[in-house]
């Protein structure tokens, strides 16, 4: 009897702890939703550059990752198509091997704050698209992170769109200028005219006066 009950009990215990097992897959699962982006790249909140044509960009990018990095590829390419950069970063705070593809770009991000920034030079017309910054975890068995940032090229016409607004403004407050001027004037103009009105009504009506008590 005694034998009986403790099998029993032993087979509660066992038949308790897949349940426990159930609960820790369900944590480490839920874990590994939370921790889905593990690594995250970020071009910065707004993802537009607008840059004027001839000058040097600073393109931003910087990594994150909650499960720690080892041997992270990185790279930055223009279009999808067209490769700018990239480099592998072997552990945290390691500075990278950066292979340069673009004469115009330069490296200028750090491992110690997980900036992976570039800087394009001497940028023109056709610069302007979709530039991706694209990272790949081997922790994470190779799955891809990318973030994208679009450049707009203007030119320094808007400067001379900045000085047609201040013409037009100009314009606007010199005809307001002259209208409240003109009122001013016609307001004077009348104001004296009935004072020389008054005058001469004053005068005639001495006249008449005058006329009355000859008579
Ligand atoms: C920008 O483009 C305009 C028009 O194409 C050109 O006249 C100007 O020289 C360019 N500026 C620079 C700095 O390249
Ligand atoms: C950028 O333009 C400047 C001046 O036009 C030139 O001296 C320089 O070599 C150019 N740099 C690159 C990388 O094309
Ligand atoms: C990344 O590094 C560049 C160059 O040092 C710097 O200008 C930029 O602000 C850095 N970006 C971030 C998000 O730290
Ligand atoms: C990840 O990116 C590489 C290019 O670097 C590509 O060949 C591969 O198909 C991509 N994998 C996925 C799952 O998107």
């Given at each position: 009897?005694?034998?009986?009950?403790?099998?029993r009990s032993?087979?509660?215990?066992?038949r308790?702890s897949?349940?426990?097992?159930?609960?820790s897959?369900l944590?480490?699962?839920?874990?590994?939703?939370?921790?889905?982006?593990?690594?995250?790249?970020s071009?910065?909140?707004?993802?537009?550059?607008?840059?004027l044509?001839?000058?040097?960009?600073?393109?931003?990018c910087?990594?994150?990752?909650?499960?720690?990095?080892?041997?992270?590829?990185?790279?930055?390419?223009?279009?999808?198509?067209?490769?700018?950069?990239?480099?592998?970063?072997?552990?945290?705070?390691?500075d990278?091997?950066?292979?340069i593809?673009?004469?115009?770009?330069e490296?200028?991000?750090?491992?110690?704050?997980s900036n992976?920034?570039?800087?394009?030079?001497?940028?023109?017309?056709?610069?302007?698209g979709?530039?991706?910054?694209?990272?790949?975890?081997?922790?994470?068995?190779?799955?891809?992170h990318?973030?994208?940032?679009?450049?707009?090229?203007?030119?320094?016409?808007r400067?001379?769109?900045?000085?047609?607004?201040?013409?037009?403004?100009s314009?606007?407050?010199?005809?307001?200028?002259?209208?409240?001027?003109?009122?001013?004037?016609?307001?004077?103009?009348?104001?004296?005219?009935?004072?020389?009105q008054?005058?001469k009504?004053?005068?005639?009506e001495?006249?008449t006066?005058?006329?009355?008590?000859?008579?």
């Amino acid at each position: 009897m005694e034998s009986q009950d403790t099998s029993r009990s032993f087979l509660h215990r066992c038949r308790t702890s897949p349940d426990r097992m159930g609960v820790s897959v369900l944590v480490t699962l839920l874990i590994g939703v939370w921790c889905a982006q593990a690594l995250e790249m970020s071009v910065g909140k707004v993802g537009v550059i607008e840059a004027l044509n001839g000058s040097t960009v600073l393109m931003p990018c910087v990594y994150s990752s909650c499960i720690g990095i080892k041997n992270l590829y990185f790279s930055w390419s223009y279009n999808r198509t067209e490769p700018l950069c990239e480099g592998l970063i072997p552990m945290e705070g390691i500075d990278p091997h950066v292979v340069i593809l673009n004469e115009r770009v330069e490296f200028v991000g750090s491992s110690k704050t997980s900036n992976i920034s570039i800087i394009f030079k001497n940028i023109t017309f056709e610069d302007a698209g979709d530039y991706i910054c694209f990272g790949k975890n081997p922790k994470e068995k190779g799955r891809n992170h990318s973030a994208t940032l679009t450049l707009i090229v203007v030119d320094e016409l808007r400067e001379v769109d900045n000085t047609l607004t201040v013409i037009i403004m100009s314009v606007v407050g010199g005809v307001i200028g002259f209208i409240v001027l003109a009122m001013v004037i016609k307001s004077l103009v009348l104001h004296i005219l009935g004072k020389v009105q008054e005058k001469k009504l004053s005068c005639q009506e001495s006249e008449t006066e005058k006329a009355k008590s000859a008579l």
